[in-house]
């Protein structure tokens, strides 16, 4: 007999002990209870005539009452995953923007409402903790210097005027997957300092004079004028065709140090957020590929420009061996340039009243559609000197994965936390072996 059987026989039988009218039924109790547990008679007497102890009281749990509901949570979580898994500040922020949209969407109440609205950034950190787990990231890139014309374009020692849009950092992001030979598509990402505001564009190599045009299409599309671009020390960029048009249009041009990724931080930052978290590291390599990647792009930039709100830092201080940092309240893009007098006026009046009537859910459904249609013009071709998997079933598009191909296995993204999908695809060699981390 184990202890918990035990314990309960011995509570039944001392039920009955106490029940028992006469001394012969009380020894007959006894004696079957020495028989059955082995325990000693006067042992048995002890302990049955002591009284039951009260049963303990169940303490009242500390802190604070849950205030949020299921409800309520379930609809923080859709927007937090149609929205791009913004960290929990921009979340707060960006609430304001999306509840009208989500009111008539996810069908909430006043009372969901409210606690939507109520929630901290603190909480709303507890809240997806389970979640942000998944989250994971890796980096890329495929630069190489260019020699021409270094002494021409000066590395920035200097601090722009931060105070006015216009001054940027543009840099390539590449879309080779894990080939490198002949043309493949890269992304040309353009990041305004002031405002945080991104311009992308996608082009089918990285020829001096396509990555110009390419640059000529982003500065008609911003909101302001374009004074100065600083880049890497890539060749794309360190070339007589931009030095030429910087010159031309009164542009400062300028590098950053060779290997210093840190010097070109707001750009590398949006290269993740802005190209690689969607467009993953698979190779495209088509003009149909192209054309599918800006289509996306376009609405990305409604998105992330309109909808998104971002941070800024303010001031740094040091603090013994740690750098203490203090950011601004969060801000759409477009807010910040609704603010600055340097901006175009009748530009700034059409985005904010495409704001008022655009639902930034139905965008985000678009967004996924379109990254559905890139997916599937990716160049899945590899290596003939790496193994192969076996066959693997032909890419369906119903199934395909959205906002960024989160189930690839070629890139790891954060999951989606209602995304199912059981697309396979082949990977061999190095991207194999190698394990995403966050």
Same mark, same amino acid.
């Given at each position: 007999?184990?202890?918990?059987?035990?314990?309960?026989? *011995?509570?039944?039988?001392?039920? !009955?002990?106490?029940?028992?009218?006469?001394?012969?039924?009380?020894?007959?109790?006894?004696?079957?209870?020495?028989?059955?547990?082995?325990?000693?008679?006067?042992?048995?007497?002890?302990?049955?005539?002591?009284?039951?102890?009260?049963?303990?009281?169940?303490?009242?749990?500390?802190? !604070?009452?849950?205030?949020?509901?299921?409800?309520?949570? !379930?609809?923080?979580?859709?927007?937090?995953?149609?929205?791009?898994?913004?960290?929990?500040?921009?979340?707060?922020?960006?609430?304001?923007?999306?509840?009208?949209?989500?009111?008539?969407?996810?069908?909430?109440?006043?009372?969901?409402?409210?606690?939507?609205?109520?929630?901290?950034?603190?909480?709303?950190?507890? /809240?997806?903790?389970?979640?942000?787990?998944?989250?994971?990231?890796?980096?890329?890139?495929?630069?190489?210097?260019?020699?021409?014309?270094?002494?021409?374009?000066?590395?920035?020692?200097?601090?722009?005027?931060?105070?006015?849009?216009?001054?940027?950092?543009?840099?390539? /992001?590449?879309?080779?997957?894990?080939?490198?030979?002949?043309?493949?598509?890269?992304?040309?990402?353009?990041?305004?300092?002031?405002?945080?505001?991104?311009?992308? *564009?996608?082009? *089918?190599?990285?020829?001096?004079?396509?990555?110009?045009?390419?640059?000529?299409?982003?500065?008609?599309?911003?909101?302001?004028?374009?004074?100065?671009?600083?880049?890497?020390?890539?060749?794309?960029?360190?070339?007589?065709?931009?030095?030429?048009?910087?010159?031309?249009?009164?542009?400062?041009?300028?590098?950053?140090?060779?290997?210093?990724?840190?010097?070109?931080?707001?750009?590398?930052?949006?290269?993740?957020?802005? /190209?690689?978290?969607?467009?993953?590291?698979?190779?495209?390599?088509?003009?149909?590929?192209?054309?599918?990647?800006?289509?996306?792009?376009?609405?990305?930039?409604?998105?992330?420009?309109?909808?998104?709100?971002?941070?800024?830092?303010?001031?740094?201080?040091? /603090?013994?061996?740690?750098?203490?940092?203090?950011?601004?309240?969060?801000?759409?893009?477009?807010?910040?340039?609704?603010?600055?007098?340097?901006?175009?006026?009748?530009?700034?009046?059409?985005?904010?009243?495409?704001?008022?009537?655009?639902?930034?859910?139905?965008?985000?459904?678009?967004?996924?559609?379109?990254?559905?249609?890139?997916?599937?013009?990716?160049?899945?071709?590899?290596?003939?000197?790496?193994?192969?998997?076996?066959?693997?079933?032909?890419?369906?598009?119903?199934?395909?994965?959205?906002?960024?191909?989160?189930?690839?296995p070629e890139r790891s993204f954060p999951q989606r936390p209602h995304a199912s999908s059981s697309l396979a695809i082949p990977v061999t060699g190095v991207m194999a072996r190698r394990s995403a981390v966050r």
């Amino acid at each position: 007999m184990g202890p918990q059987a035990k314990a309960e026989y *011995l509570a039944q039988m001392q039920d !009955r002990y106490m029940r028992a009218k006469t001394r012969r039924e009380k020894g007959r109790l006894l004696t079957e209870a020495m028989t059955v547990t082995g325990h000693h008679r006067k042992a048995l007497i002890r302990a049955w005539r002591r009284p039951t102890p009260p049963a303990p009281r169940r303490r009242r749990p500390r802190g !604070r009452a849950r205030r949020y509901g299921p409800a309520a949570v !379930r609809a923080l979580k859709a927007i937090w995953a149609v929205a791009g898994y913004p960290w929990a500040v921009r979340l707060k922020a960006l609430l304001p923007l999306w509840l009208p949209w989500a009111r008539k969407r996810l069908a909430l109440s006043t009372g969901v409402e409210a606690q939507v609205r109520a929630i901290s950034a603190r909480q709303i950190d507890r /809240v997806l903790a389970p979640d942000k787990r998944r989250i994971r990231r890796r980096l890329y890139g495929r630069t190489k210097p260019g020699t021409l014309l270094k002494h021409h374009i000066p590395i920035k020692t200097d601090h722009w005027d931060v105070t006015e849009p216009g001054f940027t950092e543009v840099d390539l /992001v590449s879309h080779s997957g894990e080939r490198a030979d002949g043309d493949f598509l890269h992304s040309l990402d353009m990041t305004d300092i002031h405002t945080t505001w991104v311009e992308t *564009l996608a082009v *089918l190599g990285k020829s001096q004079v396509r990555v110009q045009e390419a640059l000529e299409q982003l500065r008609h599309q911003l909101p302001f004028a374009l004074r100065g671009i600083d880049s890497d020390n890539g060749s794309e960029f360190i070339n007589a065709h931009l030095h030429g048009y910087c010159q031309a249009r009164g542009i400062q041009f300028t590098r950053g140090r060779p290997y210093k990724k840190d010097d070109n931080a707001h750009v590398e930052q949006k290269n993740w957020t802005h /190209v690689r978290k969607h467009m993953g590291y698979l190779r495209y390599d088509t003009e149909a590929a192209r054309t599918a990647m800006n289509a996306v792009y376009a609405d990305l930039r409604l998105l992330q420009n309109l909808f998104l709100p971002s941070v800024k830092l303010q001031s740094k201080e040091r /603090v013994g061996a740690r750098l203490r940092r203090r950011y601004g309240a969060p801000q759409t893009p477009l807010d910040r340039v609704r603010v600055c007098p340097q901006a175009a006026a009748a530009k700034v009046e059409a985005l904010v009243a495409l704001r008022a009537r655009l639902d930034p859910f139905v965008l985000a459904q678009r967004i996924d559609e379109g990254l559905g249609r890139v997916y599937q013009l990716a160049n899945h071709r590899v290596r003939t000197s790496a193994p192969r998997v076996d066959a693997v079933a032909p890419v369906d598009a119903k199934n395909a994965p959205t906002r960024g191909l989160e189930n690839c296995p070629e890139r790891s993204f954060p999951q989606r936390p209602h995304a199912s999908s059981s697309l396979a695809i082949p990977v061999t060699g190095v991207m194999a072996r190698r394990s995403a981390v966050r």
